[in-house]
C-alpha cells in the first residue's frame, strides 16, 4: 500500500544545535515530494519540494533535503536550529492523481 | 502578491447542520484543493476543482460537496455534520499545468470547524 512515514512524532533541539526529520515513502515509482511547515494556528508554509534533477534540495529558512531513491526517503535538514522553528511538519507526496499524501507530522520543540 | 485565503476563521455548527466554507486561491491559480486536518487522522485529500469541474475526490461520504467559480474560488459544503468532522479544514491553490511535476500547492491559513 502506499504510504508516507515520519518515524519521529516528537522532536526536541536546543537552539542552535542541528535538526533532521525523517520521511520515508512507499510507492511504486518515485513521487514528488515535498516538505511544508505548519506553526500553532496556521496554515501550511512550503518550505521544499523535489520533482527530478539534482537530490538536495534548498529551501527556505535555511532547509534543505536530500532525496535517496535506495532509501525511498526524503530527510529535511537544518544545521543550526532558531527558536522560531519550533512547528510541526509535514513531509507529503504527491503523484499523477495530483492529490497530495500527508505523513502524521513531526512536533518540533526548541530548548534556549 | 496575496496567497490564499479562507473564510470564515472559525464557523461553530451543530450536529445535523450543514456548513460552507470558502477559498480564494491565489491570482492566477485555477485550482483549488480541499484538505481535512482531523486530530488524530491527520491531513486528508478531501477534493479537487480546475476550471469549475471536479477533477479528484478523496475516501469521504457524498454529505461532503464543493463548487467552483467562474472566479475560481471555491466552496466547501458539508451537510448532516458529525461530532466527527470537527477539524482544520485547508484550501490549496495551484497553476494547475499538464504535468504533474509543475503543480505545487499552496495553501491557506484554514477555517476551524467545531460541531457541536
Do not use: M
Amino acid at each position: 500500500a502506499q504510504s508516507v512515514t515520519q518515524p519521529d512524532i516528537h522532536i526536541t533541539v536546543s537552539e542552535g544545535a542541528s535538526l533532521e526529520l525523517r520521511c520515508n515513502y512507499s510507492y511504486g515509482a518515485t513521487p514528488y515530494l515535498f516538505w511544508y511547515v505548519q506553526s500553532p494556528g496556521q496554515g501550511l508554509q512550503l518550505l521544499l519540494k523535489y520533482f527530478s534533477g539534482d537530490t538536495l534540495v534548498q529551501g527556505i529558512k535555511g532547509f534543505e533535503a536530500e532525496f535517496k531513491r535506495s532509501q525511498s526517503s526524503f530527510n529535511l535538514r537544518k544545521p543550526s536550529v532558531h527558536w522560531s522553528d519550533a512547528a510541526e511538519y509535514f513531509c507529503a507526496v504527491g503523484f499523477n492523481d495530483y492529490k497530495l499524501s500527508f505523513g502524521a507530522g513531526t512536533t518540533v520543540t526548541v530548548r534556549a | 502578491e496575496a496567497g490564499v485565503t479562507q473564510s470564515p476563521t472559525h464557523l461553530i455548527k451543530t450536529r445535523g447542520q450543514q456548513a460552507t466554507l470558502r477559498c480564494s486561491p491565489i491570482s492566477g491559480h485555477t485550482s483549488v484543493y480541499w484538505y481535512q486536518q482531523a486530530l488524530g487522522l491527520g491531513l486528508q485529500f478531501l477534493l479537487w476543482y480546475d476550471e469549475g469541474e471536479e477533477r479528484n475526490r478523496g475516501n469521504f461520504p457524498p454529505r461532503f460537496s464543493g463548487r467552483q467559480f467562474p472566479n475560481y474560488s471555491s466552496e466547501l459544503n458539508v451537510n448532516a455534520l458529525e461530532l466527527e468532522d470537527s477539524a482544520l479544514y485547508l484550501c490549496a491553490s495551484s497553476n494547475f499545468g499538464q504535468e504533474p511535476s509543475t503543480d505545487t500547492q499552496y495553501f491557506g491559513p484554514g477555517t476551524r470547524l467545531t460541531v457541536l
